[in-house]
């Protein structure tokens, strides 16, 4: 994946598996510098379900500026 659309990832609206725990696909900006980066059971690149179990440690406060955003555009329409 290249480096500018990785670093959009993150600011993405909340896809249909992603928790406060886990994401589907990657959100961290730089995968090279992830620690379990290509770990199996751990990294999306490497999981069949595209899961990352190892969220950035950033992603439970993005997690929640995402449900706030999603919410808000379910009551604009």
Known sequence: MSKPRQSRAFHEP?????????????????????????????CAFVCANGICRRPPRSWAKQFEVLIRLTENSKGAK
């Open 14 to 42: 909340l896809r249909e598996k992603d928790t406060l725990d886990q994401t589907e696909g990657c959100r961290h900006t730089n995968p090279d510098i992830c620690a379990n980066n290509r770990m199996p059971g751990v």
